[in-house]
T-cell receptor
Framework: DTGVSQDPRHKITKRGQNVTFRCDPI?????LYWYRQTLGQGPEFLTY????????KSRLLSDRFSAERPKGSFSTLEIQRTEQGDSAMYLC???????????FGPGTRLTVL | AQSVSQHNHHVILSEAASLELGCNYS??????LFWYVQYPGQHLQLLLK??????LVKGIKGFEAEFIKSKFSFNLRKPSVQWSDTAEYFC??????????FGSGTKLNVKP
């Protein structure tokens, strides 16, 4: 399967713990996006990378959130000191520069107890 | 701020009925428009897209959408739905800086 993959698919954590999610985009895609989706809502943009550069961050992305894409391939999203309000599906998508079509991964469902 | 509105949150249809899902966006400049579908247990998939040209675009599985610039709308249509079209449908707009704005989604339930 050459689609976008995300790991883990599910994560349950206690409030105050740190969590890290990984996204592997389609191999030749140079843009990578993170979204958050809560129940009854569409995906909300968090941040995006072009190669290894993080070009934009949403105001939704508090200081507790950090994302990296160190070699322009996979990306990680870390949430520090998780709160119950962080419970959501975290989606990753990738695309090619010049093509505005995003391909989504299956998401990581985070539950903060 | 840009926004995307999907007015129908939940639609129930019988097989062979016609479908129209509304999508309106607020942005005055050039936009790219998309409809994504999420089947139960699956990830988001692109259904169709509009970048420029003919405002009536055709996508996969018999879906089409019409871009009406004056109404800031991009409604999704299908003449005859099937049970397998049961899914959640999301409208999305890409305005600038590669940010995509999604609507809140419409859950379609097709009764066999």
């Amino acid at each position: 399967d050459t689609g976008v993959s995300q790991d883990p698919r599910h994560k349950i954590t206690k409030r105050g713990q740190n969590v890290t999610f990984r996204c592997d985009p389609i191999s030749e895609h140079n843009r990578l996006y993170w979204y958050r989706q809560t129940l009854g809502q569409g995906p909300e943009f968090l941040t995006y990378f072009q190669n290894e550069a993080q070009l934009e961050k949403s105001r939704l992305l508090s200081d507790r959130f950090s994302a990296e894409r160190p070699k322009g391939s996979f990306s990680t999203l870390e949430i520090q000191r998780t709160e119950q309000g962080d419970s959501a599906m975290y989606l990753c998508a990738s695309s090619l520069i010049g093509y505005n079509e995003q391909f989504f991964g299956p998401g990581t469902r985070l539950t903060v107890l | 701020a840009q926004s995307v509105s999907q007015h129908n949150h939940h639609v129930i249809l019988s097989e062979a009925a016609s479908l129209e899902l509304g999508c309106n966006y607020s942005y005055g400049g050039t936009v790219n428009l998309f409809w994504y579908v999420q089947y139960p247990g699956q990830h988001l998939q692109l259904l169709l897209k509009y970048f420029s040209g003919d405002p009536l675009v055709k996508g996969i599985k018999g879906f089409e959408a019409e871009f009406i610039k004056s109404k800031f709308s991009f409604n999704l249509r299908k003449p005859s739905v099937q049970w397998s079209d049961t899914a959640e449908y999301f409208c999305a707009v890409n305005a600038h800086f590669n940010k995509f704005y999604f609507g809140s989604g419409t859950k379609l339930n097709v009764k066999p």
